[in-house]
């Protein structure tokens, strides 16, 4: 079985009228927080797999930066995984994500914001391992697994309190893809005994039915991860 994404060349997938369309690459964390909305949210949707490396004109004609996640609904396009987000969640109020209160929104937005410092330690710490430089990176991993610890633990079973918020699905593709740096460095693994919080609710958070419907597991992130860097990336691999 694979996954096929559309590369350069393939003919444009009709339009749906009425039906929000996702533009998405299966292995991609960014793409993942759109879809985990969608399915939190139970918004009808299609979706269309893009080969990224070979992409296909009407892909770029939708989004410049050629960049997934992106939404396309009637003549609507929105892109950028936390704009998408914001759109689909304004534009169906249901099971809410982003708070009302102005501060508490600051606060998850930051949290959100800051965690671009711990998804590019996915590429540094594996770059680092292999030049015997991970001290630092490792370390600054650390203290951001921390300082999401800290705050899980005011904040109870999820980000969200007792339900999930927007940080919940805006972090969780990187959590999902934990084994692709503990496997390099086994000092960034989340355990129990140093993270009670955070490890908690990883296993909470795979329990949702949302985050069961967009899993990939270790293997399927592993072989991807490889082949990117290996320069030609298998977006069609299913790893069973
Ligand atoms: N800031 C963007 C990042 C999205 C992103 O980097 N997506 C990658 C796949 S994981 C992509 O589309 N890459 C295609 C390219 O760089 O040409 C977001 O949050 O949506």
């Not at 070979?54 to 009637?74: H, Q």
């Amino acid at each position: 079985m694979s996954v096929k994404h559309l590369p350069k060349g393939s003919p444009f997938p009709p339009l749906t009228p009425g039906m929000m369309r996702m533009y998405n690459m299966q292995f991609c964390p960014f793409a993942q927080r759109t879809k985990l909305v969608l399915e939190y949210k139970e918004i009808p949707h299609e979706v269309v797999n893009v080969n990224l490396k070979y992409k296909p004109d009407w892909f770029r004609a939708r989004n410049p930066l050629g960049l997934v996640p992106t939404l396309e609904l009637g003549d609507i396009v929105v892109n950028e995984s936390n704009v998408c987000n914001e759109f689909l969640d304004e534009l169906y109020p249901n099971r809410k994500l982003i708070p009302s209160d102005i501060v508490r929104r600051a606060r998850d937005r930051m949290l959100i914001e800051t965690f671009g410092q711990v998804t590019g330690l996915f590429y540094e710490i594996p770059k680092s391992v292999a030049e015997g430089t991970q001290e630092r990176p490792v370390k600054k991993w650390r203290r951001h697994m921390k300082r999401y610890e800290n705050e899980l633990q005011q904040r109870g079973e999820y980000f969200g309190g007792g339900s999930p918020c927007m940080v919940d699905f805006a972090l969780w593709p990187w959590f999902e893809r934990l084994g692709v740096i503990t496997v390099i460095a086994p000092e960034t693994d989340v355990t129990s005994e140093e993270y009670p919080h955070l490890s908690t609710w990883i296993a909470r958070m795979m329990e949702l039915p949302a985050v069961k419907k967009t899993y990939i597991n270790p293997r399927g992130h592993i072989n991807f991860f490889k082949t990117l860097r290996e320069g030609n990336p298998d977006y069609d691999y299913v790893a069973a």
